[in-house]
């Protein structure tokens, strides 16, 4: 076994993986959250139709996804190994003899149940959607008379159907609270395990971390909430919605 590999499969290394993949997967977080926004377009789902064909067709992208895949991958095995090295140091005392209640946060010792719900999310969500738009090819086309756009998959039909499902929307919020949680402690500890430590910039680096949690959890759980609440089986706003949010709808 060379030192690489030694190195690698240590848990230093191993905690490293993590918080590199964890970091670039927040670059991820946040176009996927600035593209979803297109939702909210009321242009009967043209914006984000264009916005999802774009992602699915650009070979650019498609290569990129490669590295998406890639990194969920190993966030997400070094994440059970991490575990599973973890339980078996504690061996059957677990937690109880070192009161981790008492030296660390609720969000750092449930890392793992956070990371398992996300994961269950995840996978419903690549399959309803990814899977679906690229492999299964039951979508309903745009339409129109736009001959550029009218062979498009209508992906904001079965986004809106899915947004109208209380199950999903509940698994969908209760996914994007997981993972609030989730990088409100793996934001800041990504840039620790990588030695990105300094007096002056660290308390910032961990503020940011807070807004970036709370910011990207709330902008992606405001869209199943916001379909489901307040939208009809066309995305159009419901009669009952709130004045505010037709005057919001009239601008768009």
Known sequence: MSWITKTL?????RKIIMSATGLFLCTFLVVHLIGNLQL?????????????????????????????????????YEALMLTRRNKAARGGQGYVSNHSEQNSEWTSR???????????FLIVHLYNFFWRARFAGDLPRMGGASLETRDYDNLYLAVVSSFHIWWYVLLYVAAQISLGYHLWHGFR??????????????????????????VVSAGFASMPLYFFLFTDAQGELAANAPALLHSVASIF
């Open 110 to 120: 449930n890392m793992g149940i956070l990371g398992s719900i996300i994961l269950i």
């Open 189 to 214: 500890s990504g840039f620790q395990t990588l030695g990105l430590n300094h007096r002056k910039y660290t308390p910032a680096i961990k503020y940011i971390g807070y807004a970036f949690a709370v």
């Open 9 to 13: 499969t240590s848990s230093i290394g």
């Open 40 to 76: 909210f377009k009321h242009d009967q789902g043209a914006a984000f139709n264009t916005y999802s064909h774009f992602m699915g067709t650009n070979p650019i992208i498609r290569t990129i996804e490669w590295g998406l895949v890639l990194g969920f991958g190993f966030h997400i």
